[in-house]
């Protein structure tokens, strides 16, 4: 029988948020225990670092520009012909996803046989004043809080700690027991699923977790972990704003300010000990596994969408293409050693998340579609001479910050499409962005390598980002390319 694949995905996670990287406060046991029970990526980064697009490169294996999503853009529907969940499936897997999905219509499969949701809070399905009873939180469109408010009370919400959504600057801990937290919920709706598989067939789980996105609202035994410990100050560059005149930080969803430091240092302790609370309750599955004799003939993969700035340079969310907001965790773990792969290691090459779907198919021995754009890590994990990708390109439309990157792990190039702003970092020196060396004289021929490497990418563009022989500035951005836009349901394919 083919081997099993489980996809555990968190939402926003930093890609330095392991213990196995030597962060200096967070733990995370049992990931660092997949790490050594397969391959870290060190150099994974999501082409465009937003819910929406990010998962679309997952489920469909495509860049940007084949999935047509290059910023956030909710209520579009998802119409590809090649996901992975459908590929598995027509190969004879058991689907099922857990969690987040984060796609349109909410119920919308993408080719799972069955969808466990839990959404988090989307704004679309929570605006009593303008959504259809059928993707209400409360009708079609999530499966927790339908549970939640029978565990807890008619009247519990996911409002009633009072933290937006968004809020990355203010935090407190979870007001009900543990086991009613939307992480415990996950993993029991998982463990279910694992007693009632069809066991004649391999399955393919997505594990999906709303956090650590915000609300920032551990269980009080995590958050007890780090209130009291002394946590590292955000790195800010010497190219970062260092005035808030309007009182920016001031505002709990704020993208950029200064932050008064009490409040930003619960925030960094929630968030961490929302990532150790994950990472436990990642353990109790693990264990669940062992229990249904299902460990050891499982390929596992661990990833985020993308990551959280937590105050890097007095920013704050996701969206940019720093390292807090576009390197994320990669862990590909064989328990069972089905895939031969050379165990705890560290790798270097520089992947992506549309790299995820060819990765999965290639471990359950699945035909890649020609729409994939992305390659298996396999053979990488395996320690096989492989030429690889020399760099990988991302960008988000976000307004006057709408910006193109490229970076091959060991340098990084951002260029702001609106103001023309150019940034170049070397990440082997300098890893946390602290100086911007695009105005230096002794990088301008590297600033002119990248520029022209942008240029190559661009070229062709409907947005008109490039003639062929320089970058044009003040191009009309869209979240939405137009293939996306026009295509016919259950048709988008490169």
């Avoid at 090649?82 to 219509?105: D, I, R, S």
């Amino acid at each position: 029988m083919k081997p099993n694949v489980l996809l555990i995905m968190v939402d926003q996670m930093r890609g330095d948020c392991l213990s196995v990287l030597d962060h200096p406060v967070v733990d995370t046991p049992n990931l660092d225990q997949l790490a050594r029970n397969g391959v870290l990526f060190k150099n994974t980064y999501t082409a465009t670092p937003s819910c929406v697009p990010a998962r679309a490169a997952v489920l469909t294996g495509m860049s940007q520009t084949g999935t047509g999503r290059v910023g956030y853009q909710d209520k579009v529907p998802w119409n590809y012909e090649h996901t992975l969940a459908g590929e598995l499936t027509k190969a004879g897997y058991h689907t099922q996803a857990v969690g987040k999905m984060h796609v349109y219509p909410a119920r919308n499969l993408v080719g799972f046989h069955n969808i466990v949701l839990h959404d988090g809070y989307l704004h679309y399905n929570r605006f009593k004043h303008s959504n259809l009873e059928t993707e209400s939180f409360n009708y079609g469109g999530d499966d927790y809080v339908p549970w939640l408010k029978q565990q807890a009370g008619a009247q519990a919400d996911l409002i009633d700690l009072g933290l937006d959504c968004n809020a990355s600057t203010v935090a407190r801990p979870w007001h009900l027991p543990e086991a009613m937290h939307p992480t415990n919920w996950v993993v029991t709706q998982s463990i279910d699923f694992l007693r009632r598989r069809d066991p004649s067939k391999p399955f393919f789980l997505k594990m999906s977790f709303v956090r650590p996105h915000p609300p920032f609202d551990p269980p009080q035994v995590f958050f007890d972990m780090y209130k009291d410990l002394e946590l590292p100050d955000p790195p800010v560059g010497d190219w970062a704003e260092t005035e808030d005149e309007d009182k920016s930080g001031f505002n709990p969803v704020t993208s950029t300010g200064i932050v008064p430091k009490n409040r930003l240092k619960r925030a960094q302790a929630a968030y961490y000990a929302l990532i150790t609370h994950i990472d436990y309750q990642i353990g109790r599955f693990l264990m669940a596994m062992e229990e249904h004799g299902v460990l050891n003939n499982t390929v596992i993969l661990f990833c985020s969408d993308h990551g959280e700035l937590l105050g890097d340079h007095h920013l704050f969310r996701k969206s940019l293409a720093y390292e807090g907001s576009a390197k994320v965790p990669f862990i590909l773990a064989d328990p069972g050693n089905l895939l031969k792969l050379k165990k705890n290691r560290i790798v270097d090459e520089v992947i992506e998340l549309r790299d995820i779907m060819p990765t999965l198919l290639d471990a359950a021995n699945v035909e890649i579609p020609a729409s994939v754009e992305g390659r298996s890590v396999v053979p990488l994990c395996q320690g096989a001479p492989v030429v690889w990708r020399d760099y990988i390109h991302g960008e988000h439309t976000f307004g006057l910050q709408s910006h193109h990157y490229l970076t091959d792990g060991k340098e990084k190039y951002i260029w702001y499409s609106q103001t023309g702003e150019e940034q170049l970092f070397n990440l082997e020196q300098d890893p946390k962005e602290l100086t911007n060396l695009a105005h230096k004289m002794e990088y301008a021929h590297r600033l002119r390598y990248w520029r022209e490497r942008l240029i190559e990418e661009l070229h062709g563009r409907e947005e008109g980002f490039t003639d062929g022989n320089r970058l044009i500035i003040g191009r009309k951005t869209k979240a939405c390319l137009d293939h996306l836009l026009s295509v016919p349901p259950k048709a988008l394919s490169k």
